[in-house]
C-alpha cells in the first residue's frame, strides 16, 4: 500500500512569492490534515479535511494561507505570499476514520520550505 | 487548554542502555496517547498507542502505560539500539484534534 505522497520535497523561494504544496493521501482514506513544523518543535495542526469539507480551520492564517480539497481526495495547500517565517515543513497526514477512540494519522515525508 | 509535555533533549545513550523519555499530559476527558518516532528526512510514524487508563502500548522493544493519575505515558526501552536514534514525539488524541509534545531526540552510540 502506498504511504502518503507530498511534493514537492523541497522549495526554496523569495518573500512575497506564492508556493503551493500538494498532498495525495493514502486511498479510501477519508480525513486529511495538514501540519506546520518548525526547527525543534513537534507538529501543529494547520487544517484538518473530512472527505472534502474543512471541519477544522482554526490555526490557518486565512490572510495569507488556503487550502483546498475538491474531490475529497489530494489537497492543495497555497501560501501567498510567502513571508520568512513560514519556512518551516509542512507536513500531510491522513486517517482511515473520524471520531473518538484509537484514532491513527499515517504522516507523508513533508515538504521543507525555506523563504529567503 | 489540551497540551502534552515531554522532556527535553537531546539523549545520548550507549548502545544497549535503558531509555526512558518523559511525557506527562494535560486534558480533559479521556484521551488517548500515542508515540511517534521520526527519522531523519522523514515523516512521523506511530510507535505505539494507548487509548484508555492502564493500557501499555508495545512495539519494537519500545513500551508506554496509560497512567491516568500522574498525567504520564512515559516511553521506554530495555535495550536500545543505533538504529533507534530518531526524534520522539508524544501526542494525544481528544476526539477532535491532535496536540503534539516538542520531540526529544535520542543518539544512541556504538
Not at chain 1, 16 to 31: D, E, L, M, R, Y
Request: with cysteine; glycine share 10%.
Amino acid at each position: 500500500e502506498a504511504g502518503v505522497v507530498q511534493s514537492p520535497r523541497y522549495k526554496i523561494i523569495e518573500k512575497k512569492q506564492p508556493v503551493a504544496f500538494w498532498c495525495n493521501p493514502i486511498s479510501g482514506h477519508n480525513t486529511l490534515y495538514w501540519y506546520l513544523q518548525n526547527l525543534g518543535q513537534g507538529p501543529e495542526l494547520l487544517i484538518r479535511y473530512e472527505n472534502e469539507e474543512a471541519v477544522d480551520d482554526s490555526q490557518l492564517p486565512k490572510d495569507r494561507f488556503s487550502a483546498e480539497r475538491l474531490k475529497g481526495v489530494d489537497s492543495t495547500l497555497k501560501i501567498q505570499p510567502a513571508e520568512l517565517g513560514d519556512s518551516a515543513v509542512y507536513l500531510c497526514a491522513s486517517s482511515p476514520k473520524s471520531g473518538s477512540g484509537s484514532y491513527e494519522q499515517y504522516f507523508g515525508p513533508g515538504t521543507r520550505l525555506t523563504v529567503t | 487548554g489540551d497540551s502534552v509535555t515531554q522532556m527535553e533533549g537531546p539523549v545520548t545513550l550507549s548502545e544497549e542502555a535503558f531509555l526512558t523519555i518523559n511525557c506527562t499530559y494535560t486534558a480533559t476527558g479521556y484521551p488517548s496517547l500515542f508515540w511517534y518516532v521520526q527519522y531523519p528526512g522523514e515523516g512521523l510514524q506511530l510507535l505505539l498507542k494507548a487509548t484508555k487508563a492502564d493500557d501499555k502500548g508495545s512495539n519494537k522493544g519500545f513500551e508506554a502505560t496509560y497512567r491516568k493519575e500522574t498525567t504520564s505515558f512515559h516511553l521506554e526501552k530495555g535495550s536500545v539500539q543505533v538504529s533507534d536514534s530518531a526524534v520522539y514525539f508524544c501526542a494525544l488524541f481528544t476526539g477532535n484534534q491532535f496536540y503534539f509534545g516538542t520531540g526529544t531526540s535520542l543518539t544512541v552510540i556504538p
